[in-house]
């Protein structure tokens, strides 16, 4: 239309400014079409049509993408049934509130934990460590008031009140340990008293469960417990730097409850694996916990890719990978690193240090920005030992979205993304952190072309109203 005008233009001066009227017009109606269309189907009508209709035409062809692995159909349908859409999980590396947590607050002044993701764990606290019994021992009593006190002072008297009443309360010790220790040496000796108080109960529990319901409900609550403390004790020997014996604290656990794989305690394992960089050692445990059957996670998905993306990233260039094309190990670490982006988009960016850390809140929402968090939070640096591994996912990362375009919609290899990640995200992650959300839709080129387009139509029009003669004279030109 501007070179149709640019023609005429040797016509008449109001000739010319309706032409460039019109062609303002037409390129406004063009591009109020292109943006409703982008937000209705979240692509730009002008790419689809050249894509589908006239790249065919002058010899184009549409690379389909990679066909889904033979599991991906059932592990979809196993994820649908037993992952529900935003269900809240407990964060299986959440940090210690008065040895890390309490810390950061005291040096910066900000509060890394909501209140929602504290009062989840309030609930949580009340959930395993109390039951129905708790009425026949004074000091259970009292600790299961402590855990519905919302002041931290006063969660900590009420524990020290425990003690006076029973030296071998187990609970209180837990409590002292996560919030009034200020150091992980402190916490850890808090959690070894904890831990001989709560073996001694648990045996008496176990002598005596069969008796009675009650009975039966005060065991499981001794063995929350008991569980608790010697996971906890596990992380301190991990903070401590005594990451061999943390190993093998983690491994005694897995095997003597087996049942309670919900904890996710394999997740604690890998990352002190990782540490020891006893690969072999994690690739077994990944043979056993990613399994179709099992819910995935991001530090299950994101290390199997590791793994695969540690054989080849040492040699990896993009400049020859397209020369030469991919090899059969580098294609296995780039769809490694499709499916860990398709289960959760947000950790690349903070892998890749594209966007800030904050510490990790205590419960995740997975495949949200929160478990991104908590999850480069732990393993950045696993990512970066490895030499070529960043780069190898900086390269790749992007393709995923490329093979979904719409990801609420229709996955790939998982169900499709949830679409309520956004709001529990906020209400897990600290205020002043800016929450990831996916899908984040970018502008089009096409959108911003025929913006830029009505614009200069419009202040050519304006031009031509303006100073007619002078326009004419610069179009003859």
């Excluded at 800016?434 to 025929?450: A, C, G, R």
Aim: some cysteine; glycine content about 4%; charged content about 20%.
């Amino acid at each position: 239309l501007l070179t149709v005008t640019m023609f005429l233009s040797t016509l008449t001066p109001k000739f010319y400014f309706a032409l460039t009227v019109t062609s303002s017009f037409i390129s406004g109606l063009i591009f109020v079409f292109e943006w409703w269309h982008f937000r209705k189907y979240g692509t730009s009508f002008i790419e689809q049509v050249s894509v589908s209709h006239l790249r065919p035409l002058i010899g184009g062809a549409e690379s389909s993408p990679p066909a889904p692995a033979a599991f991906s159909a059932g592990e979809n349908e196993t994820s649908r049934q037993n992952m529900p859409e935003c269900k809240v999980w407990r964060n299986p590396l959440n940090l210690f509130r008065g040895a890390e947590y309490s810390r950061y607050m005291w040096v910066t002044g900000k509060e890394p934990l909501t209140y929602y993701d504290m009062n989840l764990s309030a609930q949580d606290h009340q959930t395993f460590f109390t039951c129905d019994t708790d009425a026949l021992r004074p000091s259970d009593t009292v600790m299961q008031k402590a855990w519905r006190e919302r002041n931290p002072q006063a969660r900590i008297k009420a524990a020290y009140q425990a003690l006076e009443l029973n030296n071998d309360c187990a609970t209180a010790y837990v409590l002292l340990a996560e919030e009034e220790a200020t150091t992980i040496v402190d916490a850890e000796k808090y959690f070894k008293q904890a831990l001989k108080a709560g073996e001694m109960i648990y045996r008496k529990s176990q002598n005596c469960h069969s008796q009675s319901p009650q009975h039966e409900a005060q065991l499981r609550r001794d063995t929350n417990v008991l569980v608790y403390v010697k996971r906890r004790l596990a992380m301190c020997a991990r903070k401590l730097g005594r990451i061999r014996e943390a190993v093998k604290m983690m491994r005694d656990l897995m095997k003597e409850f087996p049942l309670l794989s919900m904890l996710n305690i394999h997740e604690n394992l890998l990352e002190a694996l990782l540490e020891l960089q006893a690969y072999a050692d994690v690739q077994a445990v990944l043979a056993k916990y990613d399994d179709i059957s099992l819910p995935k996670s991001a530090a299950i998905c994101y290390t199997a890719a590791l793994l695969k993306a540690r054989a080849v990233s040492e040699r990896f260039s993009p400049e020859t990978a397209s020369k030469r094309g991919l090899s059969t190990a580098e294609i296995n670490a780039v769809e490694a690193i499709h499916r860990a982006v398709e289960f959760n988009p947000h950790v690349p960016k903070y892998l890749l240090e594209m966007k800030s850390l904050v510490l990790p809140p205590e419960h995740i929402l997975k495949r949200g920005d929160s478990e991104a968090v908590a999850y480069a939070f732990f393993h950045l640096q696993h990512w970066k030992r490895i030499e070529g591994a960043l780069n190898l996912l900086h390269c790749t990362w992007e393709g995923t979205f490329r093979m979904i375009p719409y990801p609420l919609e229709k996955g790939h290899l998982f169900y499709p993304y949830p679409s309520c990640t956004e709001t529990a995200d906020r209400e897990l992650l600290p205020t002043f952190h800016e929450v990831s959300v996916y899908p984040q839709k970018e502008l089009p080129f096409f959108i911003h072309f025929t913006a830029g387009l009505c614009s200069f139509s419009a202040m050519l029009a304006l031009l031509t109203h303006q100073f007619p003669e002078l326009m004419v004279i610069f179009a003859k030109a």
